[in-house]
């Protein structure tokens, strides 16, 4: 197929938004074999199915590196108690927090799990999200968590979307170890992580990193079992306080470190060094009220790559619109439009360890947005518009 009369932002290595005016695209199966201008198209890509754009925007697809979409119930009481003056980290002390969708995903049928994720899912697919990570983490018993697992690979039987499953045992101490998070991570935790891996249902293993769920003691302990199984591993860093999270993933060489807002100077230079990720949330930043910015700054000059996600969730960030996320980026983080789109294209799939997609060149997956768009720096200056036109996955539209 070749695309024709398109406006293409590339995201080619080194060039800004790489935009192209006129151009052309030809795809063949799930890959891009050519883009370039379209008075430029090799004679042999020409003469078969040909779908003028209209001067359409193309970019490539957009990816959510970070959510939390498989959970049970809902927490807008806790959103009430928040807005009367409650903490989170009060609540989840209390019991309430990420504990409270812990019982409701314990309490929940898995077909209904999966009905209710792809609620969820379905509107990021609908703003040309092609690949979504899912994160366990509301189990916290081996059943609970091989069911979310499960489900979130079911995820992509019933949608065209990828999913790469992350293993979030290590996201809170559950209510029958409260105040033994080490015996959690022994008896519970570790046996989970290498039932689920020898099930094929873990890409890559994550932790919470915080004084309200493990410290990287725990959290090195869990990551030593991924380095057995030769899993790469993530972690929520530095959220809400700075206990040496960050560090510690970049040390193992982490695909990345999420959140991020108390990340110190230090903490992007050891980022940058180990080529980790720094996936920024600001639907968590925004929800929470947080006030600390993530260092930005920091990220820029040590040139660490920076992604975006929505950290789709019940409790910290009920945030299902990835557009939404990258607008949050600019006006919340102050990223440049051109930040906000390479965060939840390339740098989102390196983050995922993925380099076959997120930049429109030669030999990439044929994975596209087709936007109702004149330039890209459009996707993230709106709030609440979605002008995706068409989605191409896998080659297909
Ligand atoms: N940080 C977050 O923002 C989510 N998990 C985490 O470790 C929040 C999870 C929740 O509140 O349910
Ligand atoms: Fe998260």
């Known amino acids: ?7 293409i932002s590339t995201l080619e290595h080194g060039t800004g938004f790489g935009l192209i005016d006129n151009g052309a695209i030809a795809l063949q199966g799930d890959r891009i074999v050519w883009v370039g201008p379209e008075q430029a ?5 020409r003469g078969g199915r040909t779908r003028d754009l209209g001067g359409r925007l193309v970019t490539p697809a957009l990816i959510d590196c ?3 979409v498989v959970f049970g119930g809902n927490r807008a009481a806790e959103f009430e108690q928040r807005l009367n003056g409650a903490s989170y980290e009060e609540i989840a002390r209390a019991g309430g927090g990420i504990v409270s969708t812990v019982t409701a995903t314990r309490d929940a049928e898995a077909r209904d799990l999966l009905a209710d994720a792809l609620t969820r899912v379905d509107a990021l697919i609908g703003e040309g999200v092609t690949l979504i990570e899912v994160k366990s983490g509301y189990g916290l018993d081996r059943e609970t968590e091989l069911k979310m697992l499960r489900v979130a690979r079911e995820i992509a039987a019933k949608r065209p979307v990828q999913v790469r499953t992350s293993f979030l045992g290590a996201h809170a101490v559950p209510p029958e170890y409260s105040g033994r998070p080490d015996a959690y991570i022994d008896e519970v ?15 890559a293993v994550d932790g919470f990193c915080e004084g309200i769920a ?18 790469p591993v993530k972690l929520h860093a530095e959220q809400l306080s700075n206990i040496g999270g960050t560090r510690l993933a970049a040390g193992r060489g982490a695909l990345s470190a999420d959140h991020l807002e108390y990340a110190t100077d230090n903490d992007a230079r050891a980022m940058a060094a180990a080529g980790t990720v720094a ?28 992604a975006v996600a929505t950290d789709c969730n019940p409790g910290s960030s009920p945030l299902a619109s990835i557009l939404l996320a990258m607008n949050m ?7 440049t439009p051109l930040e906000a789109l390479l965060g939840v294209t390339a740098h989102a799939a390196r983050a995922l360890g993925l380099s076959d997609r997120g930049r429109i060149v030669a030999g990439a997956r044929a994975d596209l947005c087709i936007w109702d768009a004149a330039h890209p720096a459009e996707l993230a200056y709106r ?10 996955f896998n080659g297909e539209a």
């Not at 197929?1 to 406006?7: H, P, S």
């Not at 935790?189 to 890409?203: M, N, Q, S």
């Not at 709030?383 to 191409?392: K, M, V």
Request: net charge neutral.
């Open 329 to 335: 980026a600019c006006t919340l983080f102050r990223l």
């Open 383 to 392: 709030i609440g518009f979605n002008p995706l036109h068409a989605r191409i």
């Open 41 to 45: 198209v090799p004679a042999h890509l």
């Open 1 to 7: 197929m070749l695309l024709t009369n398109a406006t």
């Open 189 to 203: 935790c570790i046996p989970t992580l290498r039932a689920a891996f020898a099930e094929g249902l873990v890409d």
């Open 279 to 306: 996936v920024l949330l600001p639907g968590a930043f925004y929800t929470l009220r947080e006030t600390q910015l993530p260092p930005v700054q920091a990220l820029r000059d040590h040139r660490v790559p920076m």
């Open 214 to 231: 493990f410290d990287t003691e725990q959290i090195a302990r869990m990551y030593e079992v991924a380095g057995q199984f030769g899993l």
């Open 66 to 68: 970070h959510t939390h």
